[in-house]
């Protein structure tokens, strides 16, 4: 019965995370930026741009910029969100690749830092009286959330063990469509519950930066306005007749 | 308005507390009926403004990328919240660039976001309200469209794109701001911001060349309308009457002069401001850049160049291209439209100017880098010629030169106070708290350094700075023209004059160009 509901819910939120992201995805797209808005000094070739947006995803460049608090703990949170999701590729995949098992020892780490990463940022949301009266609800929520999975995933590895072999015949049946029994672990359910729901919410709300920054006008547009005219579709339509 | 103290000046960027709604009362003039219905908006808030205004804004989300994702990308963060001047000046909370942008955001949702329809509570999604809009006016006007708080952004969310949305939506449904649409109507019909007509021009620049002539006994002319000049100068209309602009455009006009440059001002296109940008109005600012455009035709000119102005340099470099372009017509080999900073630096660096810098000697000079220049386009070929350019125009007709604290300028600059359209006297309290951070930065080099005068190349500076520096002790000519250096600086010989006219010809094309121009 568990074993349904479960494998029903992470069939369901693949569907909602996939489709929701890719409508988002594609409404990002066809929606045209009319005019040259890059934030200069911006490059001048598609390269130029290409670096400057690898900067801004792998090193958070602006953020570093503007303040190191919230810079050290969100680098920190996301650097670790990608280890242990590193770390998790071994339920998904069977034989287990040499690089994703050589990382497994860090990904430990990287579940107790990017709890620490986490729970600094909510403090700040408390502490900083600025960034106090712009949180609301979804942001503390989103927060609490995040760190209740963290939690529940460190907690199966220090304080109370499941059967991984189990839940990697589970994950492993999700993708083959060959359902297993799932281990009726407490914090098991808790943290698999939550990270369905996580990617439930995910194209509905804040977390929406990740696909939104690639499209972000002042960080991607080429800045070469005078050699190069720059037209969208709905602008091109307001010409009138052409050399008049 | 009522009474206000100007702040006390500190260590520059000193985060302030909250003091929330310490600003609520801070409204520009609503524009009148005929202000509004010249550009065709409806001339007052409408009946149904509610149902128009959700309506453009949903029409904007597909035009707009920016706005878009905008809207969902934020995760508050927080790293924008003490980088807008007039959060800094002011300590009201809703001037904070994301609390600015959620004014915005929280009708977004709950009209164009599952989660704000069916969650408004968990999101913080509101109606858009008679209270919201009132907010919307009252902040959106805050804004001077700085883009300070879009360099700091991790995705780049740049507040200048919403508020210009929001403008646009209030414009839509009655809610127009005066100074703005005012002007705009008086660039349509009368070709510049002031309102000045062909012949009043004309005389102003005649007056000009009599200042001039009685100054350094050499014809240095200003010419308009001249057919088949090599260069048009678009120039802001406050190049042609106010302080310290005017020094600026005598410079421009003694750099064409010793550079035999054959040039002209347009009576058509008189202005190079374009204020429909801060409206957000694509269409208004077409029809602007339009101008531009057929005055270069008409005047079969080669080249544009653009004087001192900030945000008209950004419309000029970013947007020309796209609203009124292509500009096939013009001489391709170099750049159109090109700065004037370039244009002159140019010519210093191949020794065609004569200077004398130590006729600035008087002088220790900072520079003030303009919003739109700084963060919002590029002088020269080269990313960061905005920050080279004016700087060394500066250097190259000046001794005494230091810079203001380094994260007060190039891209971290500050803004003056009076950009985006809010260089009106009804939010002069507005202006005065928001050059706090740029008067804590000058204050630092006048007293440490000796800086005596501040340069810069946008009209809208100039005029807030001539305005606000005398409330925080500053002398009112604190704040010069680069052009104004140079025309100091530049040395026209009485004997240089005769070969001048013979050559340069400003008065009018000669026979040769203008058959040029005809086989062209
Ligand atoms: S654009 Fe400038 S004025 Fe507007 S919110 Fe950002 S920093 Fe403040
Ligand atoms: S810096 Fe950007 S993401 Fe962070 S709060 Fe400000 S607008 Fe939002």
Redesign the pocket.
């Known amino acids: 019965m568990l074993t349904t509901i479960y494998a029903i819910l992470f069939y369901v939120a693949t569907l909602i995370f996939v489709g929701g992201l890719a409508y988002k995805i594609r409404t990002y797209f066809v929606t045209p930026a009319p005019l040259k808005i890059a934030t200069t000094p911006a490059p001048t070739t598609t390269g130029g741009v290409v670096f400057r947006m690898a900067r801004e995803v792998a090193l958070f460049e602006s953020l570093f910029k ?1 303040n190191k608090w919230i810079w050290l703990f969100g680098y920190v949170f996301h650097a670790a969100l990608a280890l242990v999701i590193i770390r998790h590729l071994r339920y998904f995949i069977e034989p287990v690749w040499t690089w994703v098992v050589l990382a497994q020892p860090f990904g430990i780490y990287a579940g107790l830092a990017m709890v620490g990463a986490l729970a600094g940022l909510w403090f700040r949301r408390f502490a900083v009286d600025r960034v106090r009266y ?1 949180s609301g609800l979804s942001d503390h929520l989103m927060l609490a959330m995040l760190i209740a999975i963290g939690v529940s995933g460190l907690a199966m590895k220090f304080v109370s063990k499941t059967d991984i072999v189990a839940v990697k015949a589970f994950t492993m049946g999700l993708v083959t469509f060959d359902w297993q029994p799932l281990p009726t672990h407490p914090a098991l359910l808790i943290h698999l519950g939550l990270v369905a729901l996580l990617m439930i919410i995910f194209p509905f709300s804040k977390l929406l ?1 990740a696909p939104g920054v690639f499209f972000s006008p002042t960080r991607n547009q080429v800045d070469n306005p005078r050699e190069k005219r720059h037209l969208a579709p709905w602008a091109a339509k307001l010409e009138t007749k052409a050399g008049e | 308005m009522g009474e206000y103290e100007t702040p006390e000046m500190d260590d520059y960027a000193k985060t302030p507390e909250l003091a929330p709604c310490s600003m609520a009362h801070s409204q520009p003039f609503i524009a009148a009926p005929n202000h509004q219905e010249d550009l065709g908006f409806p001339g007052e808030l409408v009946d149904n403004w509610q149902e128009k205004a959700i309506e453009k804004f949903g029409e904007l989300l597909t035009k707009y990328r920016s706005l878009r994702v905008y809207m969902d ?9 003490d980088k807008c001047h007039y959060f800094l000046g002011t300590g009201d909370p809703k001037n904070m ?2 609390a600015r ?1 959620d004014l915005m955001r929280k009708v977004y949702r709950r009209y164009f976001t599952f989660a704000g329809k069916y969650f408004p509570w968990l999101v913080g999604a509101e109606d858009l309200t008679k209270e919201v809009l009132d907010e919307w006016y009252t902040y959106f006007h805050q804004c001077s469209q700085c883009r300070r ?1 879009s360099v ?4 780049g ?1 740049d507040t200048a794109e919403i508020s210009m949305a929001a403008r646009e939506i209030m414009d839509h449904i009655g809610q127009g701001q005066k100074y703005c649409n005012e002007i705009i109507g008086k660039v349509h019909v009368l070709g510049n911001n002031l309102g000045l007509p062909a012949k009043a021009l004309r005389a102003t620049l005649d007056d000009l060349e009599e200042d001039i002539f009685d100054d350094i006994e050499v014809e240095v002319k200003l010419p308009l309308d001249v057919k088949g000049a090599d260069v048009l100068l678009v120039t802001p209309s406050a190049d042609f009457f106010a302080e310290p602009h005017i020094d600026g455009l005598i410079g421009y006009a003694k750099v064409f002069h010793q550079s035999n440059t054959s040039w002209t001002l347009s009576s058509y296109a008189s202005e190079a401001a374009n204020f429909a940008m801060f409206i957000g109005s694509y269409d208004q600012m077409k029809q602007i850049a339009e101008r531009i455009r057929k005055a270069a035709q008409d005047l079969g000119v080669k080249r544009i160049v653009v004087g001192e102005c900030g945000h008209a340099w950004r419309v000029a470099y970013n947007f020309w291209n796209t609203l009124a372009g292509p500009f096939d017509f013009l001489d391709q080999s170099v750049p159109s439209p090109m700065h004037i900073t370039e244009f002159t630096y140019k010519l210093i660096e191949e020794g065609k100017l004569k200077l004398d810098k130590s006729q600035n000697d008087h002088m220790t000079l900072t520079f003030h880098d303009s919003c739109n220049v700084a963060r919002a386009s590029r002088i020269g070929d080269d990313p960061g010629g905005q920050f080279f350019y004016p700087r060394a125009v500066i250097k190259a007709v000046c001794n005494n030169y230091i810079d203001m604290a380094p994260d007060t300028i190039h891209e971290h600059t500050y803004c003056c106070g009076g950009g985006g359209g809010l260089l009106t006297d009804d939010l002069m309290e507005l202006r005065v708290k928001g050059a706090k951070p740029r008067m804590e930065a000058l204050n630092q080099v006048t007293e440490n350094n000796g800086v005596t005068h501040m340069a810069a190349i946008c009209a809208i500076c100039k005029s807030q700075f001539s305005k606000v520096m005398p409330k925080y002790g500053f002398e009112m000519d604190g704040v010069v023209s680069v052009h104004q250096l140079v025309s100091n600086a530049i040395v026209i010989e009485p004997d240089e004059v005769e070969e001048d006219e013979e050559e340069a010809d400003n008065n009018g094309p000669s026979d040769e160009q203008i058959e040029e121009r005809e086989e062209a």
């Not at chain 2, 700091?152 to 995705?155: E, F």
């Open positions: 503007s712009i930066h | 990308g934020c995760v508050k963060c927080g790293a924008c919240t660039p994301v942008q708080c700091y952004c991790p995705y969310i």
